[in-house]
């Protein structure tokens, strides 16, 4: 099928549109091909789900786990029978999450997770009330774009009562007109005020991203989750903290949790769970495993066996080969190139992150977010072969695969600037 035809298939039957003008073919190590054999840098990695790249020898162990249990079959729901890859996997993740949870719920995806999440911290509280901070993002199911801190991924969604938000920790574009330190942590101090004077006094539990990942990778500062515990716990609120993007090794720890010591009651895990194949979960701690029914939340397609498979070797694959050790290293090695772009370019406003979770920010010269300007960037950096995605008003993120190495780093950064250059008013 031509390319003009394929786009006239998508327009005709497909409801999502399409983020790249790009036909994608094959995949070796962090590089995509297209049909005319054009090469491009990968610095989104499906998302973060192809999170081993693309025929390497770490993916191809992925596959060929895959492959052995397909030949005895695709998929049985776990819980339907005793079953040997749901037990190992499980097992698997309660040895490497935060000590404080222990036993796995499988489900699809990450945002399936966050609905079982709400479930079951609800009903083993007994309150009803949530809250998580604005510019979150925990999926587009109902329950979890009600937690969202995102208006665009609201619309067409009834807006559930008992939802709260506060501040997101943005120091680049405080909304509260605050500097970092000076600020005293008012972003997260202002969950005490929440739940005195906006709550019902009925709440279960705080739900956060690591990472503030669909805003462009937004760092908390220093402080602000040891804040926003000793509120949770003063005021007998469980803690939820969604790891979709940011767990397995994504910011150079098997769980962002671990950088800042987080214990959750609920983790819930999605993305590069399945080793490529679509799987999430939700982990939760004994203390709450034990309100848990059996119809409390299940999913027939949901803990595939085939994906467990993946994950299973996925959790292996990181940990034998140092991968969070790379993404560490590298990500430092990547983020400090791209700061020093920065200092030659007043167009980008900010770069941050950690590990391969990366956002660089592009402003007009009045400060304000650069949206055609980040667009032209990103258009840009298509035609000179690498592939990104634009999050927020005006910040590209990156997020590319595990085993993104220094090379490649260097080769993204030359692309980067020269991609600058081009567009920039200087």
């Known amino acids: 099928m031509s390319l003009e035809k394929m786009r006239e298939e998508y327009a005709r039957y497909i409801l999502k549109p399409v983020m790249s003008s790009v036909e994608i073919v094959r995949g070796e190590g962090c590089r995509l091909f297209d049909t005319s054999g054009q090469k491009y840098l990968d610095m989104v990695s499906g998302f973060g789900v192809s999170a081993l790249g693309y025929g390497t020898p770490q993916s191809e162990k992925v596959k060929t786990a895959m492959y052995q249990q397909m030949n005895k079959f695709i998929h049985l729901p776990y819980y339907l029978g005793y ?81 709260h938000h506060i501040p997101a920790p943005y120091c680049y574009r405080c909304s509260l007109n605050q500097q970092y330190p000076a600020c005293g942590l008012a972003c997260a101090r202002y969950l005490e005020d929440t739940v005195k004077f906006s709550s019902g006094g009925n709440v279960a539990a705080l739900f956060v991203e690591p990472v503030l990942g669909d805003v462009g990778a937004i760092v908390p500062p220093e402080g602000y989750f040891e804040t926003l515990v000793s509120i949770c716990r003063k005021n007998d609120i469980a803690l939820v903290v969604d790891e979709t993007l940011t767990g397995l090794g994504r910011t150079g720890k098997m769980f962002a949790c671990e950088h800042w010591g987080l214990e959750p009651d609920i983790l819930v895990l999605g993305k590069a769970l399945g080793g490529g194949l679509s799987l999430g979960a939700f982990v939760v701690s004994d203390e709450i495993s034990a309100s848990f029914e059996s119809k409390d939340f299940s999913s027939s397609g949901g803990g595939n066996t085939t994906a467990c498979t993946g994950g299973l070797a996925m959790i292996e694959i990181i940990e034998k080969e140092g991968l969070c050790r790379n993404v560490q290293e590298t990500g430092e090695y990547l983020l400090s190139g791209l700061r020093e772009v920065q200092s030659r370019f007043s167009e980008i406003g900010d770069v941050r992150g950690i590990g391969f979770l990366i956002g660089i920010e592009l402003v007009e010269s009045t400060g304000a977010p650069a949206k055609d300007l980040a667009q032209k960037v990103k258009n840009v950096l298509q035609e000179k072969g690498a592939l990104v995605t634009i999050y927020g008003d005006s910040t590209i993120r990156l997020t590319p695969a595990l085993i993104f190495s220094k090379e490649d780093a260097d080769e993204f950064l030359f692309i980067f600037e020269e991609a600058m250059k081009s567009v920039a008013s200087h």
């Open 83 to 163: 079953n040997e890859v749901a037990a190992k996997l499980a097992s698997a993740i309660a040895s490497i999450v935060p000590s404080s949870v222990k036993k796995t719920c499988f489900c699809n995806s990450g945002s399936e997770g966050v609905e079982g999440a709400i479930r079951v911290i609800r009903k083993a509280t007994g309150k009803t009330e949530l809250i998580s901070p604005q510019m979150s993002f925990f999926g587009r199911t109902t329950g979890a774009a009600n937690l969202t801190g995102l208006s665009q991924d609201k619309k067409g969604t009834p807006l559930l009562p008992g939802i």
